[in-house]
C-alpha cells in the first residue's frame, strides 16, 4: 500500500512511500517501479523529493529518517529516533 507520494517537478517520477517498508521511484507514465530503496525495519510513512530529483527523504515508524540517492539506488543517510 502507498502511503504517501512525492512528485517530481515534471510530474513524471514518483517517491512512494510503502507499508511494505520500502520506498520506491515510480515512473508515473509507464506505471512501473523504477527502483526499491529498502532499509526501513517498518512501515514508511512520509517522502520528500530534493528539487533538483537526485536525492530522496523517507521516514518511517521504525524510528528513522532516511536519505537516498536516487541515482545509484544506495542510502546516503540515516537519522534515527525521531518521533514524528
Request: charged share 25%; proline share 1%; net charge positive.
Amino acid at each position: 500500500s502507498a502511503n504517501g507520494w512525492a512528485f517530481s517537478r515534471d510530474g513524471r517520477k514518483a517517491l512512494v512511500a510503502s507499508g511494505d517498508r520500502s520506498v520506491r521511484l515510480y515512473d508515473v507514465e509507464g506505471r512501473r517501479d523504477l527502483k526499491r530503496f529498502v532499509g526501513h525495519t517498518a512501515s514508511v510513512w512520509a517522502v520528500a523529493l530534493s528539487p533538483d530529483g537526485k536525492l530522496g527523504a523517507s521516514g518511517g515508524t521504525d524510528g528513522t529518517a532516511r536519505v537516498w540517492d536516487l541515482t545509484t539506488g544506495l542510502e546516503a543517510a540515516k537519522f534515527a529516533d525521531h518521533t514524528s
